[in-house]
Structure formats: C-alpha cells, structure tokens
C-alpha cells in the first residue's frame, strides 16, 4: 500500500524558478513567470541594510531593559524558530524573558523533551497555557467545513494569548521569530518597513477571518460553551494593547533569517533533536514542523485543497537559497508528496466524522483551477511515536 503513487496532481502553472503553484496563497507571477516569492528573497539578500535593522532591535532591546516585570515575552512553540529566538535573545542580549507557550493539543514527545531541555538549559521562566479540549475539537471540525483549515483555534491562540499575557505581566516588548515574509507576501520586505504582529496582521493573516465572536455564534445552536472559553482565541482591547505601549515585532525583521543553520546552531548549543514528520522526506527536513502531531493532517489537506503540500513548499525554498537542484525537488515532490497521513485516522475521531463526510467537506473549499483526487490510496508510513499520540478511544 505504502508504495503505491499517490493521487495524481492536476496541471497548474508553476514558478519556473521555485516551482510553487499558482494556487499558493498571495502568488502572482512575472512576465519571466517568476513568482512573487522569489522576486521577494533576491530583494531580501542583496537590498535590505541588515546592520541598521540590527541596530533598530539593539536600541528597542535597551529600550526596554529593566523597566518591567520582563525585558519582553517569548512566544515559544518549541520549534526550531521560536527556539532559536529565545536562544538568540538570551545569548546575545542578555534578556530576562518570560516565555509563553500556547499548547494547541498535539505536543509530540521528542518536542516536550527539546522544551525541557532548552527551559533547564537557558533558565528561563515558562508559563504553558492548555485550553479547553472540547472547545478545541469543536471549533476544528466548524474552521474546517467553514474553511478547510482546521487550525484556527491554534492560529489564534499563538498569536493572542501571548498579547494577554503581556498586559497581565505589564511586559511591553514581545518578540516573535520568523517573519511571515520568508513564506507569504501579506508583507513584504521591499516595503522597508518592520512587520508589526499585531491586530491588523492578526486579522489579515491569522484568523481566516473567523473572529473568537464569529466562532462562538456559528458554533452556538449544538454547544453550551461557556463564553469565558473563547476568551484564549480573541485578540486583547486594542485600549489596554495602547496603555501598555507594546512593541510586537520579529527577530526575522532584524537579522537575515535562515532556517536550516540557525536549526544548526540550537542542535549544537541545546542538544535541540529534529523528528521524522508524516510525508516528509525523513532526513531532508528533520527539523521543520515538528512540533505537531496533527502536521501531516494539515499538509494532506493542503496537498487536496491547492494540489500542492510541504514537499513543494520547502523544496522550493532550497531552490530559492541555492541549496537544491529543481530536478531533485521534482523527484522529492513524486515520492512523497499527496499520500494519506496515518493521523488521518486520528482526525477523523477526534472530529467524530467518517471518510467520506471528511472528503466532502474538504471538496467544498477546494481552490481553483486544481481538481483532487480523493481515489488514492496511498499512506505514508507512521512516524516512530505515532503510538503515543493521544487517541479518545482506548
Ligand atoms: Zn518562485
């Protein structure tokens, strides 16, 4: 079964130098049919005054040094970006952070591992906030049928818990890692400006524009949710956001992001481990989204709704940084790309439905002009701790 291709791809016109499909989110191609995203990273590489944009983080940095309960907080997933910004951040700055974790309720065991590791390493105070795990599955299956995206909750729960945090502990400065302009074109680094993770970026790039209010009313007629529950997902009064005077930026807007050495360095310095993530080539990417059991789920969705998943997405961003040959990235792409995640299965009892009714609800946000094939059958092996991903049913 497992080596049967999977579901054939429908034609759509590719970056001829990255090679994403013209169903990725904010692409538009040159006459050279050169994509936006890559136009983007040349501008990233040779025009941006990286000393002045470190200079703008020292003097922020100093800015707020002292005068608080924290220097800033750390929102920290435990992945390879958020772990490399507390590292950073404390190494280089000296920083007393407090870190905030949102857990969206599929912490893999090697990543709860890394987490300890890196909070005894660093000494460092952690605040780890759970919520509600009815809440959680009942607004997945609402943001997928609405959406086909069932991460809505962790989305907004990432980018506003943290927010609320900094008004409770009177902290200003919040510092993010990655910018979203490594990935998307919301923002763009031609614009010189800082990207600020703010409202405005939440509302435009976080919620699918599903507000916590939304979410609450669209759910209502089936749940008896206290109101109280919705409050992890909905971004703070923008009056106590001003009171407080907050700075909410990205270490990405100040030094030259790269992913893979800066995945390097946390591995040396922290004993940080990678993890084989479902559809991925395993050796290729050991350190990208490891941090979720529900990934594969999300890029087999992705892979139905737009006739692309992560394979392309990464290896299309080795090409734009001259690390991969597009030959090899085709052949990647063929081999694992499009095959069913074992976490289906998973899925599909946290969200009480069957295949079928799975299938047809993704149908219904399929973006155009790609047309899925729901026929395959091709699965992409467990990865070694599938076993101990929590399941409802013992
Ligand atoms: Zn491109």
Redesign the pocket.
């Known amino acids: 079964m497992a080596n049967t291709p999977p579901a054939k791809a429908s034609k759509l016109v590719h ?1 001829t ?4 499909p013209e169903t990725y989110e904010t692409i538009e191609f040159d006459t050279k049919g ?2 936006n ?2 136009r983007q990273q040349e501008f990233k590489q040779e025009r941006i005054d990286w000393t002045g944009r470190k200079k703008m983080l020292d003097e922020m940095i100093e800015e707020y040094r002292g005068k608080y309960e924290y220097d800033c907080i750390v929102p920290f997933s435990g992945g390879k970006d958020s772990t490399f910004t507390l590292y950073h951040l404390m190494t280089e700055y000296k920083v007393k952070p407090l870190v905030v974790q949102f857990n969206h309720g599929f912490m893999r065991p090697t990543l709860l591992e890394n987490n300890e590791r890196t909070f005894k390493q660093l000494g460092v105070d952690v605040i780890s906030f759970t919520p509600n795990w009815k809440v959680v599955k009942r607004v997945m299956k609402e943001a997928l049928a609405r959406k086909g995206d069932f991460c809505w909750h962790c989305h907004t729960g990432i980018f506003s818990y943290p927010m609320h945090l900094a008004i409770k502990y009177n902290t200003p400065l919040v510092i993010w890692g990655e910018p979203s302009t490594e990935y998307v074109s919301y923002y763009d680094y031609r614009d010189d400006a800082i990207e600020e993770v703010d409202e405005s970026r939440f509302n435009r790039y976080v919620t699918l524009g599903i507000t916590a209010q939304d979410m609450k009313g669209m759910i209502a007629a089936d749940t008896s949710f206290d109101p109280r529950d919705f409050a992890p997902y909905t971004y703070p009064a923008l009056r106590d956001l001003k009171r407080l005077r907050y700075r909410s930026v990205c270490l990405g807007s100040f030094i030259p992001w790269d992913a893979r050495r800066q995945a390097e360095l946390i591995m040396d310095k922290l004993g940080w481990k990678g993890d084989e993530v479902e559809g991925m080539p395993p050796d290729l990417y050991p350190y990208e989204k490891i941090e979720c059991a529900m990934q594969g789920m999300r890029d087999y969705i992705k892979y139905l709704k737009r006739g692309y998943g992560r394979v392309t997405q990464m290896t ?1 961003l080795d090409i ?1 940084n001259g690390r991969l040959e597009k030959e090899k990235a085709d052949q990647l792409i063929a081999e694992y790309e499009g095959k069913k995640p074992p976490s289906l299965e998973l899925f599909l009892e946290y969200l009480e439905m069957d295949e079928a009714e799975f299938n047809a609800t993704v149908s219904k946000t399929v973006v155009a002009p790609h047309k899925p094939d729901f026929g395959s059958n091709a699965v992409a092996p467990k990865t070694h701790d599938f076993n101990r991903w929590y399941r409802e049913k013992k």
């Open positions: 970056c130098k990255c090679g994403l050169v994509c995203v890559c299309a734009r």
